[in-house]
């Protein structure tokens, strides 16, 4: 199946870069060089994956992301940035992306994250749904739900929570957790603890029991009755 790609990036040099790296590779490509174009482009077709700079002229790359997230776009996200600090990648999660690589970047990292975040959103296994407690998810269609209330997640934390129920109530290791979700390019501990803050949130946050526990050192999961932390 040919993959789309979707390329937000206003310096034509890094653009042009990446286009000549995928089209080699054989996919489909098209190109953004502002934030208003790529968030026109990213609504009126079905990309399998964005790559997103995060300073971009007329919508940046943070408004953008928030935007497609905010409009129900699931399609998974990459975020590239000059910026390379703790506040500015917790920032970039916080918004939706799914990912996230500093400049200057090693091509064959960026197909390796692309190619993950794909594989992950395509869900590459058997249609069904399944169920712990008040938790549900649809599988075919990429949704979870409690108490009947669905839940907004992105690719990753849609991912992790998928993880966490298939083991539920087994605790599911940090090691575990990255290995699945990001395989060959580990994420820094700082990125599994934005997704997980981002999945409380959306899990436990708006009800009165909470079911995402933490188990200190070791890594989480999923409980009924007892008060989670």
Not at 21 to 45: I, P, R, T, V, W
Not at 115 to 134: C, Y
Not at 204 to 216: E, G, H, N, R, Y
Request: net charge negative.
């Amino acid at each position: 199946m040919t993959i789309k790609l979707l390329i937000i990036e206003d310096n034509s040099d890094v653009a042009g870069i990446l286009g000549d790296y995928f089209e080699a590779k054989g996919m489909e490509l098209d190109f953004a060089d502002n934030g208003e174009l790529g968030l026109s482009l990213a609504q009126a077709f079905d990309f399998d994956a964005i790559i997103l700079d995060l300073m971009l002229p007329k919508l940046d790359g943070l408004s953008l992301c928030k935007a497609l997230r905010s409009l129900g776009c699931s399609t998974p996200i990459l975020m590239l940035t000059a910026l390379d600090n703790k506040a500015d990648l917790l920032m970039g999660f916080d918004c939706g992306a799914d990912d996230y690589l500093g400049k200057p970047f090693d091509l064959d990292v960026v197909d390796a994250r692309i190619q993950a975040l794909i594989k992950r959103h395509r869900g590459e296994v058997a249609q069904g749904s399944l169920k712990f407690g008040d938790i549900e998810i649809n599988i075919a269609k990429h949704q979870a739900s409690r108490q009947n209330m669905q839940l907004a997640l992105t690719p990753i934390t849609y991912q992790i929570l998928l993880l966490l129920i298939k083991n539920a109530p087994n605790i599911v290791k940090r090691e575990q957790i990255i290995d699945e979700i990001w395989g060959q390019s580990p994420p820094s501990s700082d990125i599994l603890r934005s997704h997980m803050y981002q999945l409380r949130n959306q899990l436990d946050k708006p009800f009165k029991q909470p079911m995402l526990a933490t188990v200190p050192k070791v890594g989480f999961r999923l409980q009924l009755g007892d008060k989670a932390c």
